[in-house]
Nanobody, 126 residues
Framework: VQLQASGGGLVQAGDSLRLTCLKRGMPYSGFAMGWFRQPPGKEREFVAAISRSGDNTHYTDSVKGRFTIFRDNAKNTVYLQMNSLKPDDAAVYYC????????????????????WGQGTLVTVSS
């Protein structure tokens, strides 16, 4: 299983970005997916997750109402739409995948994920 994250860049506060994670390998619909981020000098933290079915999502409190995770199983892709970006959102963003036990399972712990992409850098200027 390979994950390829893209879409990062340099934006101003208040702008939007859409991150894309393309999964190659096993059938995409079998995986729960998540986005994590690692700000400079800090540990990797949970951002958003989506179930295999796409019906269940979960977000860290700081991004609720601003970020949206969604998936297109036909394209083997998960997206993270980020609106109203803030300087505190600046980080390397990683997508992650794992095989959970159910269609509605949403996973928020870093240790729950088996596969990781290479990361894409998001920089937000104030």
């Amino acid at each position: 299983v390979q994950l390829q994250a893209s879409g990062g860049g340099l934006v101003q506060a208040g702008d939007s970005l859409r991150l894309t994670c393309l999964k190659r390998g096993m059938p995409y619909s079998g995986f729960a997916m998540g986005w994590f981020r690692q700000p400079p000098g800090k540990e990797r933290e949970f951002v958003a997750a989506i179930s295999r079915s796409g019906d269940n999502t979960h977000y860290t409190d700081s991004v609720k109402g601003r970020f949206t995770i969604f998936r297109d199983n036909a394209k083997n892709t998960v997206y993270l739409q980020m609106n109203s970006l803030k300087p505190d959102d600046a980080a390397v963003y990683y997508c992650a995948a794992t095989l959970p036990t159910g269609w509605t399972t949403v996973l928020t712990e870093r240790t729950s994920y088996s596969y990781w992409g290479q990361g894409t850098l998001v920089t937000v200027s104030s």
